[in-house]
């Protein structure tokens, strides 16, 4: 049973920073791509970043040149660095990880509210 734990959500003021990160147990095989996506009030979920095992990466727009998403695969975590955040940038953050033959899962979120 693979499991995910969240952890670094909170509360920050417009312009702050926060790093999430998600740690992965319970996985039989290699964890192939990782991601982050968000979920505001009404809105659908989107994707915010993704890392490949090799470490390549992929953001959307609305997060380019401000988060940073990293991995460390000895321990089966992925980090998300926020920086500059921004009010529209208040979501449930989910981390998903992809495991070949084993299939895709997420975390349970994490709140991230930026507001002053």
């Known amino acids: 049973q693979v499991r995910l734990v969240e952890s670094g959500g909170g509360l920050v003021q417009p312009g702050g920073s926060l790093r999430l990160s998600c740690a992965a147990s319970g996985s039989r095989f290699s964890i192939t791509t990782m991601a982050w996506y968000r979920q505001a009030p009404g809105k659908e979920r989107e994707l915010v970043a993704t890392i490949t095992r090799g470490g390549s990466t992929n953001y959307a727009d609305s997060v380019k040149e401000r988060f940073t998403i990293s991995r460390d695969n000895a321990k089966n975590t992925v980090y998300l660095q926020m920086n500059s955040l921004k009010p529209e940038d208040t979501a449930v953050y989910y981390c998903?990880?992809?495991?070949?033959?084993?299939?895709?899962?997420w975390g349970q979120g994490t709140q991230v509210t930026v507001s002053s």
């Open positions: 998903y990880v992809l495991i070949p033959t084993q299939g895709a899962y």
